[in-house]
């Protein structure tokens, strides 16, 4: 995987994250790493005490439809719990390893601060942004961390059940991301790329999905980096879809940091060089006919 490091390098590659990237991630709610799908749908439910199913989109929807009626109390007790859950105490190595690496951008499903956190723990300052937010104040070179489903930052009784995208009817509205300036943005960061790294994604979200879906070209420089598999099965439903639309690797998030940090010196020092998927090298498109060059050289 030393080539993969390498484009990487150029400062060209996009990092996409997703759950399992920040899964082991320590947050100030009760020290311990953050909830996936079903736990958290079981914090909830015992919030608002009901069966919450192991259902998140569910519980989060009955929640607030339901418990929340003629209790803004509970409603408050709900959002200040997400706060501590998805605030992040303290980044993990492995996270500051892959933050060293010189991404052009990153974007993730997430909610928590992890990125932004692990950045700053190795003097690397990435900005918050909901696709609310306006790109045209940003600059192209600007480090940012572009949040697809909100931020916790901005959690409040407002943005619950709307952008940030927790309960079934925020999932109801794809064209939010759609209709955002940052989804041109994404679609040619995809584009001019030298790679395409998703950490712990599970392409949940079909938004992303159909973009991967609708421009096949991409899938050369997609690679997926996922936890490892220890039944050593490579015929799940999962498996199929990562390679459907890229190369997948299970090495999961230690072992990408790890491949980081044994080329560190590729990461650091490595010069800035043109590379972009969109190009190819104008010899290649004379097929090898050198005197076809040479006669365009001198018309």
């Excluded at 972009?276 to 001198?298: M, N, P, Q, S, V």
Aim: glycine content about 4%; proline content about 2%; some cysteine.
């Amino acid at each position: 995987m030393k080539d993969i490091i390498q484009k990487i390098s150029t400062g060209k590659a996009i990092l996409f994250v997703g759950a399992g990237f920040s899964r082991s991630g320590q947050n100030i709610y009760n020290n311990r790493e953050l909830p996936l799908a079903k736990e958290l749908a079981k914090i909830i439910g015992k919030i608002g005490d009901f069966d919450d199913e192991g259902d998140l989109k569910f519980a989060t929807d009955f929640f607030l439809n339901e418990r929340c009626k003629n209790n803004s109390s509970l409603l408050n007790t709900l959002i200040q719990n997400l706060k501590d859950i998805f605030t992040i105490k303290e980044a993990k190595e492995e996270h500051k390893s892959i933050m060293k690496a010189p991404w052009k951008r990153v974007y993730t499903t997430n909610y928590d601060d992890l990125v932004e956190l692990a950045a700053r723990s190795i003097g690397k300052r990435y900005e918050t942004i909901d696709i609310d937010e306006s790109s045209e104040k940003y600059t192209p070179n600007a480090k940012i961390c572009v949040h697809l489903n909100g931020t916790i930052n901005d959690l409040d009784s407002t943005t619950i059940n709307s952008k940030f995208k927790l309960s079934s009817s925020s999932y109801l509205s794809p064209e939010a991301f759609t209709n955002s300036s940052w989804h041109y943005i994404f679609r040619k960061d995809l584009e001019l790329s030298s790679k395409i790294v998703f950490i712990g994604y599970s392409l949940y979200d079909i938004e992303i999905e159909k973009i991967l879906f609708e421009n096949p070209s991409f899938r050369d420089k997609v690679i997926f980096i996922e936890r490892e598999n220890k039944n050593n099965s490579d015929t799940t439903k999962e498996d199929y879809l990562f390679r459907k639309y890229g190369t997948l690797y299970r090495i999961g998030v230690s072992g990408f940091a790890s491949l980081i940090e044994e080329n560190y010196d590729i990461t650091s020092s490595a010069e800035e060089v043109f590379y972009t998927e969109a190009f190819r090298k104008f010899r290649d498109l004379l097929h090898g006919d050198e005197t076809l060059l040479l006669k365009i050289l001198y018309v």
